[in-house]
C-alpha cells in the first residue's frame, strides 16, 4: 500500500488567531545584551517599500560580494519623548512593577491618552524607588505623529521600552538622564545592525475556511458545498477542538519579523522619497530606516524594532547600496 502524506493545513503556532487588541505591538521577550547602556526598542510608522542595488553582504550567499536587485522597507522614524521610567524587580512569579517616576512636564498631548496631574513631584517618586530591588528598567516612550504627514491621527501612541547594557546603576542613571528629554533613532541602532520588526498585520475581517487555513476543496460528487471543511471532527470528545480549522477572523494579528538588516539611516527624507510620495502614506520629512526585505503591516502601520534575539552572528559595518528607486510608485 502507498503510505498517504497528509500534512496539516495550517500552523498552530499562532492560534488562536483574534483581532489584536491594540495597534500598538507589545514586546514581550528581550534579549540580553553586552557593552554599553542604550535602549533596545524604537517605533517607527511604515511609509512603503522600493527597489535597491546592493553589493550582496551574506557571506554564504551565492551572490556574496556581487551587486544584486533587492526589496526595501522604508520606516520614518521621528524622535520619541521618554515621560517616564517603569522599575521592575525579580520575583519567583516573574517580573513584578516595583513604581514608576514621570516627568516634571509632559506634552500635552498625551491628554488624549491619559489623565495628566497638575502637580507632580518627580524626586519625591525617585526617593520612594529602592535602587538596590531594581532588576528592570524601561523607558514609558510616547510617538509624535503630528510630526508625520503621512499619519491622520494626534492621538500619541505609548509603550514601554528596554534599557540594556552595563550593570544596573548605569541603567537606572541613564533613565535619569533621559527622563523627559527626546530619544533619536541614533541612540538605538545605526546601519548594519540587525532588527527584529513587530507589527499588526493587514487585516481581512471574517474569512471561510479555505482561505483562512488552506484546506482543501470538497469534491462536488459526494457534497453539497465545495468550500467547508469534511468534519468537524470524532464524536467524543462532544464539542469541537481547536484544532478543528473553521471560519473566523483573518489578519489583524501581531506578528514579529526576525532577523532584518538595517541598510541605511539618515534624516532627509527627500533622498528616499519615490516621485508623488509612497502609495496611500505621502513624502517622508522626518529621519527614516531602510530595511532588508518585508516587514508586517501595511502603509502608515506603528511598527517597533528592537535589538534581534536570534542574531545570525554576521557582522556588516556599512551596506554598500549603490542605488536606491525614487521612481514613481503610482499606478504601479
Known amino acids: 500500500m ?9 500552523s498552530m503556532g499562532y492560534s488562536p488567531r483574534k483581532r489584536a487588541p491594540s495597534m500598538t505591538p507589545k514586546i514581550r521577550s528581550w534579549p540580553e545584551i553586552d557593552g554599553t547602556t542604550k535602549v533596545q526598542g524604537f517605533p517607527g510608522y511604515k511609509a512603503g517599500m522600493t ?14 560580494g556581487q551587486e544584486v536587485r533587492i526589496p526595501v522597507t522604508v520606516v520614518e522614524v521621528p524622535p520619541v519623548t521618554i515621560c517616564g521610567i517603569r ?11 516595583m513604581g514608576e517616576v514621570w516627568a516634571k512636564k509632559v506634552d500635552k498631548s498625551l491628554k488624549k491618552k491619559l489623565p495628566i496631574p497638575n502637580s507632580y513631584d518627580t524626586e519625591k ?7 538596590d530591588l531594581v532588576d ?11 510630526m508625520v504627514s ?34 533619536e533613532f541614533s541612540e538605538f541602532g545605526k546601519s548594519g545592525d540587525m532588527v527584529d520588526v513587530s507589527a499588526i498585520t493587514k487585516g481581512k475581517g471574517f474569512q471561510g475556511h479555505v482561505k483562512r487555513w488552506g484546506v482543501k476543496l470538497l469534491s462536488h460528487k459526494n457534497s453539497k458545498s465545495k468550500r467547508n471543511i469534511g468534519t468537524t471532527g470524532v464524536f467524543i470528545p ?34 528616499i522619497t519615490p516621485s508623488g510620495g509612497f502609495l496611500k502614506y505621502g513624502e517622508v520629512q522626518n529621519s527614516y530606516v531602510l530595511i532588508h526585505g518585508t516587514i508586517p503591516g501595511p502603509a502608515k502601520r506603528l511598527v517597533l524594532m528592537r535589538d534581534s534575539v536570534r542574531d545570525t552572528g554576521v557582522e556588516v559595518e556599512q551596506p554598500n547600496l549603490t542605488y536606491i528607486s525614487t521612481e514613481s510608485k503610482q499606478g504601479v
Open 2 to 10: 502507498v503510505e498517504t502524506h497528509h500534512p496539516r493545513r495550517g
Open 51 to 64: 527597489h535597491a542595488f546592493v553589493v550582496d553582504y551574506r557571506p554564504t550567499s551565492t551572490t556574496s
Open 87 to 97: 522599575f521592575y524587580q525579580e520575583t519567583h512569579e516573574g517580573l513584578k512593577t
Open 125 to 131: 517618586m525617585w526617593e520612594k524607588i529602592d535602587e
Open 136 to 146: 528592570e528598567v524601561r523607558f514609558i516612550a510616547h510617538t509624535h505623529p503630528e
Open 150 to 183: 503621512g499619519i491622520p491621527k494626534k492621538k500619541p501612541e505609548i509603550m514601554e521600552l528596554r534599557v540594556g547594557g552595563g550593570t544596573i546603576q548605569e541603567r537606572i542613571d541613564k533613565a535619569r538622564e533621559k527622563l523627559g528629554k527626546d530619544l
Open 238 to 271: 462532544g464539542y469541537i477542538r481547536s484544532t478543528v480549522p473553521q471560519a473566523g477572523q483573518m489578519g489583524f494579528h501581531q506578528r514579529t519579523e526576525l532577523n532584518k538588516r538595517v541598510l541605511k539611516t539618515g534624516d532627509d527624507g527627500s533622498e
